[in-house]
């Protein structure tokens, strides 16, 4: 339902559900977590609920924001990197809760450094998808195909390389 990235530990979508619409990534303690994307799988399951994004640890938790349907995704920087505090264990929590308890003054607002490392991850997420699947682009009449089994294949690729960048995501 819910897939996370995070900048140098790669990607995962272990969230485990604690109570009835709340549900939980720890992070162990790690130095220079930084950038956290959080993303639901299908925006419209969220049509008649939002999910809020918040982080806590050690006493400090801050909410993030908010996904919906016509925001499936959010990008921010950990509260640690705030608190001026790199190595802590922290949780990311999503709670599912009504739309019109969405605080529209919350909306998580990017840095440019936030929006630089976005565009970092999914400029290297393009090229490895650009170089696992060139060798098999068919053109027909001047239109580029490619077969979906291969790009099925190649999130899977993409997945295990990811996980291998960080011993996190068991």
């Not at 999914?122 to 291969?150: C, D, W």
């Amino acid at each position: 339902m819910f897939g996370c990235v995070v900048c140098h530990l790669g990607y995962s979508d272990q969230f485990q559900q604690t109570e009835e619409g709340v549900y939980i990534l720890s992070f162990p303690n790690s130095v220079g977590l930084g950038n956290i994307s959080v993303f639901t799988f299908n925006p419209t399951n969220l049509t008649s609920c939002a999910v809020e994004v918040s982080v806590s640890a050690d006493g400090f938790y801050e909410k993030i924001g908010y996904l919906t349907e016509y925001f499936p995704s959010i990008t921010f920087i950990t509260g640690l990197e705030r608190l001026n505090r790199t190595e802590l264990p922290f949780s990311l929590c999503l709670t599912l809760v009504p739309l019109d308890s969405v605080d529209q003054n919350l909306p998580y607002q990017p840095t440019e450094r936030e929006l630089a490392l976005l565009s970092q991850a999914t400029n290297k997420m393009v090229e490895h998808f650009k170089r696992y699947l060139a060798p098999t682009i068919v053109t027909h009449e001047g239109q580029e195909y490619i077969s979906l089994k291969r790009v099925l294949m190649w999130k899977d690729t993409f997945l295990k390389e990811s996980k291998a960048l960080g011993t996190f995501w068991n």
